[in-house]
């Protein structure tokens, strides 16, 4: 059972990026950092990449295996030099509460040090939490393998991980793009769920959120679901609803053995009580009836749409979704379902702050 603390002023939560993967995501995230309740930590097996890294702490693991030169593109030695480094590593997330993670698997550091250091995140009972890149095919099936294999490494410490394929990046933004600003879309991703994690766990609201209850809900080993969808009128929540489950740079994964979710609804003004359950009632069919649900509804005033909708979904298992509400009963459902568009790339990447202000959910939590 995770070990968080309780008062939310003292929450620490550590970002990890590790390999070179990793580090170029910090990069990425380190200026648009808002809250000193984040930590960002380097790791890598190389030294002249945590040089040009931005973070708030470099730390080179296997120094004396490999001389701060690299891994090798060696999973096997990205390992060991976790291994050499393991009291610098635990000292770093016994100083965390929640640790978020961004990795490249594939290669060696990545690959290697991933679930070596959530092995070590489980043992001193922290929720840890990934979000891992995969290879791009035309590098090769070689590679693939030795991602896939790290991925399956990976899932059996950490709590949620969540993959972003690098084809994905083409199907969805294009051949034309340029590659520094494909990345960055896949960096920003991370950036969010950062940022989401911060509102959820820090900020005072009106009914604080219960960091239990979120541990419970990390305690869900496995993959995730994790997106958001915006709307402006009322009519459109279940377009909205459609988005956020399936954000096309993230691996689909199969919802109906989610074990763990979070369904949070923000507003400007009032949603009705109608709205509300069909958004309740639509997420709860796609996922087993034993599952833990946490219901949350905020009112933000600041919000650049009327509507906004998170859904992240723990324990789950990777499936292409065919059809994500087909199993819905209602005919109400059915209609709304029925006119739902295509999300927009540029509302994708946009997680909003969530969970100020938390909702018992309607059954009775």
């Known amino acids: 059972m995770f070990q968080l603390?309780?008062?939310?002023?003292?929450?620490?939560?550590?970002?990890?990026?590790i390999g070179g993967c990793g580090c170029n995501t910090l990069n990425s995230i380190f200026e648009q950092r808002e809250s000193d309740q984040a930590h960002l930590y380097s790791v890598n097996t190389d030294k002249v990449v945590l040089e040009h890294t931005q973070s708030d702490e470099a730390v080179l693991i296997g120094?004396?295996?490999?001389?701060?030169?690299?891994a090798g593109a060696d999973p096997k030695v990205g390992l060991q030099a976790a291994?050499?480094?393991?009291?610098q590593l635990l000292t770093l997330i016994n100083g965390c509460d929640i640790i978020l993670c961004a990795t490249g698997l594939g290669g060696g550091t990545g690959t290697g040090a991933s679930p070596y250091i959530a092995e070590l995140a489980s043992e001193q009972g922290k929720p840890i939490i990934f979000v891992a890149t995969l290879p791009f095919s035309s590098e090769g099936e070689f590679r693939s393998n030795i991602a896939q294999t790290g991925l399956n490494e990976l899932k059996e410490y950490a709590n949620a991980v969540i993959t972003l394929p690098n084809d994905q990046l083409i199907k969805v933004l294009g051949n034309d793009i340029g590659l520094f600003d494909a990345f960055k879309h896949s960096n920003q991703i991370l950036h969010s769920l950062i940022k989401s994690l911060i509102d959820m766990l820090c900020y005072q609201g009106l009914i604080n959120v219960d960091l239990n209850d979120f541990a419970k809900i990390m305690d869900c080993q496995g993959d995730a679901v994790l997106g958001v969808g915006k709307c402006d009128e009322e009519s459109e929540l279940t377009t909205a609803l459609d988005s956020a489950l399936n954000n096309p740079l993230v691996n689909q994964v199969d919802m109906s053995?989610?074990?763990?979710?979070?369904?949070q609804v923000n507003c400007k003004d009032e949603i009705s009580l109608g709205s509300y359950n069909l958004i309740t009632d639509t997420v709860r069919q796609q996922v087993s009836p034993n599952a833990l649900v946490i219901c949350g509804?905020?009112?933000i005033e600041s919000l650049a749409t009327n509507y906004e909708l998170l859904i992240i979904a723990t324990g789950a298992s990777a499936k292409m979704i065919v059809e994500p509400f087909n199993n819905a009963p209602s005919s109400e459902v059915e209609q709304s379902l029925a006119a739902r568009a295509k999300p927009q790339t540029s509302d994708i990447f946009?997680?909003?702050a969530f969970?100020?202000?938390?909702a018992p959910a309607p059954s009775g939590k």
């Not at 004396?64 to 690299?70: A, C, I, R």
């Not at 053995?257 to 369904?263: D, H, Q």
């Not at 969970?355 to 938390?358: A, K």
């Open 5 to 17: 603390i309780q008062q939310n002023d003292g929450l620490s939560i550590g970002v990890f990026g």
């Open 63 to 70: 120094a004396e295996l490999t001389h701060g030169y690299g």
């Open 83 to 87: 291994e050499e480094s393991k009291e």
């Open 257 to 263: 053995s989610s074990t763990g979710v979070i369904i």
């Open 297 to 299: 509804v905020s009112k």
């Open 350 to 352: 946009d997680i909003p």
């Open 355 to 358: 969970i100020r202000n938390q």
